[in-house]
């Protein structure tokens, strides 16, 4: 396989980095993790060696047979079906666009199959287990660390939002509205949807913005909503930080923020909502994917029937 024209002579990766940001739309995670994911068949193609500068030609030379022998060493490796279905999908997406952005001048991914994700039942926690998380954020905000009142809301807000951390990092002061308890939430692809969220939440958030999140702005504070204690925009390792802090501090087993999205569709479900309704929450691009939470509403469904059917 070859480039045609000058195209060889360019960083295919980069042209297509820029193509998943501007044109699809994708997050810098997802982004990343393509790139990764190409460097790594460039080294396999490569034998095993890092391709380096070289990695677009290698790309480019690429065939068939080495786009399975790379999957089937993975498998052999021991890797997880998600992540070789997604190693997968970057390398179909990344070929098919440059076959057709005339950079190449064959698909050699056309026919490649590769292993789909394992459909894994997510992880929820009890009702009970949540209440204890939360009391015990909030009770841990007497000691008037203003972390610890951050903490709190965060936790309170992740519960009753079921937004991703990615999401909830994001979030400046303006996107929220506490009268109407509701918060603008940037989902993937950049796609911004509006959550709405409980009286708890609200009370947890409107302390920290009142009396904690002063204590902490600083010149490179901006707009953002949740500070770190040297006042920048708080991450994604210290909100996941925050949470098995939490986990520890209230004697639950130790869960990822991600669980409290999980918990919240989980609950939002066995409560009566409509998948509907928590796709729109949830930001799912497809309602294939909130269908994974039905299994926990099996109970509420067969106390549907019972009452419903007259032959129950």
Known sequence: MSTRGETGERDLIAHFEG????????SENTVRAYRGDLLHLAAHASGGEDAG???????????????????AAMAGAGL?????????????TFYAWAYDAGHLDANPALRLASARPASTIPAAMSPADVMTLLAVAQT??????????????????????????????????????????????????DKERVVPF???AARAVRQWLDQSRPLLVSAETGAAMFLGRRGSRVGQRQVREAIHSLCRAAGLPDIAP?????????????????????QEVLGHASLNTTQRYTHVSAER????????????
């Not at 193509?19 to 994708?26: A, D, F, K, P």
């Not at 841990?140 to 965060?154: L, N, Q, S, T, Y």
């Not at 991600?258 to 928590?278: I, N, P």
Request: net charge positive; charged share 25%.
């Open 140 to 189: 841990r905000c007497d000691d008037g660390d203003p972390i610890h009142m951050r903490d709190w809301a965060i936790a309170e807000l992740l519960y009753a939002t079921g937004m991703r951390v990615g999401e909830l990092v994001r979030i400046d002061v303006a996107h929220l509205d506490l009268d109407e308890r509701l918060v603008r939430v940037t989902g993937k692809g």
């Open 19 to 26: 193509y998943l940001r501007h044109q699809r739309g994708l």
């Open 198 to 200: 409980g009286v708890p």
């Open 53 to 71: 500068e070289h990695s677009t030609a290698v790309l480019a030379d690429v065939q068939l047979a080495d786009l399975r022998s790379w999957l």
């Open 301 to 312: 469904l067969r106390a549907t029937y019972q009452l419903a059917h007259p032959r129950a």
């Open 258 to 278: 991600h669980a409290l999205r999980h918990t919240a569709a989980t609950h939002l479900l066995t409560g009566g909502s409509d998948l509907r309704s928590v």
């Open 80 to 92: 997880s079906r998600t992540t070789m279905a997604r190693r997968g999908a970057a390398v179909r």
